[in-house]
């Protein structure tokens, strides 16, 4: 006989990325250069003075992590909230650390949902980040994905969920600026959707670790104290993984409804996800500080604007909006589907991601993530001009 494992693991299809990752080792062992855009991970240097204060931080003894974190680390992450959201909140009760936006979307879905209840519905909007449902099926929900449209700028209308979906819905999860399409939510989706989540008392979960990624208007929060005191039924999941290229040291914060986050302060040291003290110490400095965000957002900007000018010459459309560094690829006519179009520019040893990847919708898009350099950007602008 064999043990009676969790469906889930047994069962479950390869994370799509992985596949990509495996499919670029593989040509490269054969000698070819391999232009990579295909996975959501930064290889900008993480900025010098960051590292600096990562070895200056680690300890001759080593000691378990508080689940709260630091109070440096809280008070900076307060006063980033401030300068960037005019948002002011208290860092005893406000702020909850995480190892990065992954592990808290993932992990927050076990102690918010109860698989019991007849009230464990989890709504997503697609295509959208795998990470919330994978995390919600675990959890014991039940995801119920709802198609974003292109004619709406792949903004949800929270006019159109209804009634009778919200009052079985547990979360909402909500995430502007968007993976993959890159659009941006104005200030009046996140209000009706907040008032939805107090009106039907479900959590409003807004992943918003790309709002310092923008090349226009700054991305605002789901975080409005005007209209939710308190922030009550809210979480916003912020990260210094793209802002920071930071993504190995798995550093983030939630913020938001103060009873919502001491649920999960009680539940995190159950699963031993505290953030080591050295990497509080490297996230403090990170969030103290706008100007390396600024020159990152800078250079995502530069290699933007390369593509962008390809595709205005080649008449091919990017159907996503000012935001994040990824550009949502329409598949230019006669190329069929996203993962034929997809293999098809390997071919020209240039990775992307197929729409179909990350969720319904996906289908007629590829998803091309803007992490090469400037010369690997032009290279592979040469290598597409005769596609």
Same mark, same amino acid.
């Given at each position: 006989?064999?043990?009676?494992?969790?469906?889930?693991?047994?069962?479950?299809?390869?994370?799509?990325?992985?596949?990509?990752?495996?499919?670029?080792?593989?040509?490269?062992?054969?000698?070819?250069?391999?232009?990579?855009?295909?996975?959501?991970?930064?290889?900008?240097?993480?900025?010098?003075?960051?590292?600096?204060?990562?070895?200056?931080?680690?300890?001759?003894?080593?000691?378990?992590?508080?689940?709260?974190?630091?109070?440096?680390?809280?008070?900076?992450?307060?006063?980033?909230?401030?300068?960037?959201?005019?948002?002011?909140?208290?860092?005893?009760?406000?702020?909850?650390?995480?190892?990065?936006?992954?592990?808290?979307?993932?992990?927050?879905?076990?102690?918010?949902?109860?698989?019991?209840?007849?009230?464990?519905?989890?709504?997503?909007?697609?295509?959208? @980040? $795998?990470?919330?449902?994978? !995390? #919600? +099926?675990? =959890?014991?929900? *039940?995801?119920?994905?709802? /198609?974003?449209? %292109?004619?709406?700028?792949?903004?949800?209308?929270?006019?159109?969920?209804?009634?009778?979906?919200?009052?079985?819905?547990?979360?909402?999860?909500?995430? @502007? $600026?968007?993976?993959?399409? !890159? #659009? +941006?939510? =104005?200030?009046? *989706?996140?209000?009706?959707? /907040?008032?939805? %989540?107090?009106?039907?008392?479900?959590?409003?979960?807004?992943?918003?670790?790309?709002?310092?990624?923008?090349?226009?208007?700054?991305?605002?929060?789901?975080?409005?104290?005007?209209?939710?005191?308190?922030?009550?039924?809210?979480?916003?999941?912020?990260?210094?993984?793209?802002?920071?290229?930071?993504?190995?040291?798995?550093?983030?914060?939630?913020?938001?409804?103060?009873?919502?986050?001491?649920?999960?302060?009680?539940?995190?040291?159950?699963?031993?996800?505290?953030?080591?003290?050295?990497?509080?110490?490297?996230?403090?400095?990170?969030?103290?500080?706008?100007?390396?965000?600024?020159?990152?957002?800078?250079?995502?900007?530069?290699?933007?604007?390369?593509?962008?000018?390809?595709?205005?010459?080649?008449?091919?459309?990017?159907?996503?909006?000012?935001?994040?560094?990824?550009?949502?690829?329409?598949?230019?006519?006669?190329?069929?589907?996203?993962?034929?179009?997809?293999?098809?520019?390997?071919?020209?040893?240039?990775?992307?991601?197929?729409?179909?990847?990350?969720?319904?919708?996906?289908?007629?898009?590829?998803?091309?993530?803007?992490?090469?350099?400037?010369?690997?950007?032009?290279?592979?602008?040469?290598?597409?001009?005769?596609?």
């Amino acid at each position: 006989m064999s043990p009676h494992l969790n469906p889930l693991a047994t069962q479950a299809q390869e994370y799509p990325f992985a596949r990509l990752v495996e499919i670029r080792q593989r040509r490269e062992r054969e000698g070819r250069k391999v232009l990579d855009f295909s996975v959501g991970d930064p290889r900008e240097p993480t900025p010098a003075f960051l590292r600096e204060v990562l070895k200056r931080s680690i300890p001759e003894v080593s000691s378990y992590p508080t689940v709260k974190g630091s109070r440096e680390l809280r008070e900076s992450i307060a006063g980033y909230l401030l300068r960037r959201f005019r948002l002011r909140v208290d860092p005893e009760c406000h702020i909850l650390p995480v190892n990065g936006t992954k592990e808290g979307i993932f992990t927050s879905q076990l102690a918010l949902i109860d698989p019991k209840s007849t009230r464990r519905t989890v709504i997503t909007f697609e295509p959208s @980040y $795998p990470v919330y449902a994978r !995390g #919600a +099926e675990y =959890a014991g929900g *039940i995801v119920h994905p709802i /198609a974003l449209r %292109a004619e709406d700028m792949f903004r949800p209308d929270a006019a159109t969920v209804p009634a009778e979906l919200l009052r079985r819905t547990q979360i909402v999860w909500l995430n @502007y $600026p968007h993976n993959p399409t !890159g #659009a +941006e939510a =104005a200030p009046e *989706i996140f209000e009706r959707f /907040a008032t939805l %989540a107090r009106e039907h008392d479900f959590v409003l979960c807004s992943d918003e670790c790309y709002s310092d990624l923008f090349f226009d208007r700054p991305p605002p929060s789901v975080l409005v104290p005007e209209l939710a005191p308190d922030f009550k039924n809210l979480l916003a999941f912020h990260s210094c993984s793209k802002r920071s290229a930071m993504t190995g040291y798995r550093s983030g914060f939630i913020a938001g409804d103060p009873g919502l986050l001491e649920v999960l302060a009680r539940f995190r040291p159950s699963v031993g996800v505290a953030t080591p003290s050295f990497v509080q110490a490297m996230a403090t400095a990170a969030w103290n500080d706008d100007a390396h965000a600024v020159e990152m957002a800078a250079r995502y900007r530069r290699r933007r604007d390369i593509f962008l000018d390809l595709f205005h010459r080649k008449g091919w459309r990017h159907d996503g909006g000012n935001a994040t560094f990824f550009l949502w690829w329409r598949v230019p006519e006669g190329f069929g589907h996203s993962a034929r179009f997809a293999e098809r520019l390997l071919d020209l040893d240039i990775l992307v991601a197929p729409g179909s990847f990350i969720g319904v919708g996906g289908e007629s898009h590829v998803r091309l993530a803007l992490i090469a350099t400037e010369d690997e950007c032009a290279e592979a602008v040469r290598r597409l001009e005769h596609l």
